[in-house]
């Protein structure tokens, strides 16, 4: 004869703070993101466009390439006229990404600071980014290679940096992993 059945009991894991975090704060931050950057095309970055294309110029002059500017935006490479918009200077990629960056448990100090550091980082990427392009470019790689594929990789890199600080929770989400009925 066989014993009695006994069911077999588990806790109930109830939705607990950290799951319901992370269920809402990051599809905010997303739709934080979309707006962050629609924000950003409202306005020309008139300044900022001149400063990378006299940046990119520079860094292009040292490796050879050489543009010839035709305005605050524009140059011109072997006849053709190239003006600076701007996605080319990465103006929706951090306006986009402070949404990801800004972190909830830290100070506005601390977070003002990573935002600092992350504008310069940003910028020095992006020049580098538009020069290597260029250089790929001149060599004779199409613009589809050398520029727009160049531009693909290097959107990748900063999300895969942005998702690796994940500022919106980390041990949130691996809390919520931990619990999850798949990690079981």
Request: one cysteine or more.
């Amino acid at each position: 004869m066989s014993a009695p059945a006994t069911p077999i009991t588990s806790p109930v894991k109830s939705a607990g703070p950290s799951r319901r975090l992370l269920a809402g704060e990051l599809p905010l931050r997303f739709a934080l993101v979309a707006a962050a950057v629609c924000v950003c095309y409202l306005f020309e970055w008139h300044w900022l466009r001149w400063l990378t294309a006299e940046f990119n110029s520079r860094l292009d002059l040292l490796a050879g390439v050489h543009l010839q500017r035709i305005s605050y935006d524009t140059v011109a490479y072997n006849g053709k006229v190239y003006k600076y918009v701007i996605a080319c200077t990465f103006a929706d990629v951090w306006c986009g990404a402070i949404p990801l960056l800004w972190s909830l448990r830290a100070s506005v100090s601390r977070n003002l600071y990573l935002i600092a550091i992350f504008t310069v980082g940003l910028f020095a990427f992006n020049v580098v980014r538009l020069s290597i392009s260029d250089v790929l470019f001149a060599a004779g790689l199409s613009w589809d290679l050398a520029h727009n594929v160049l531009s693909g990789v290097a959107y990748y890199l900063i999300w895969r940096w942005i998702w690796a600080r994940r500022p919106w929770g980390q041990a949130d989400a691996d809390r919520v992993m931990a619990t999850s009925p798949a990690a079981s």
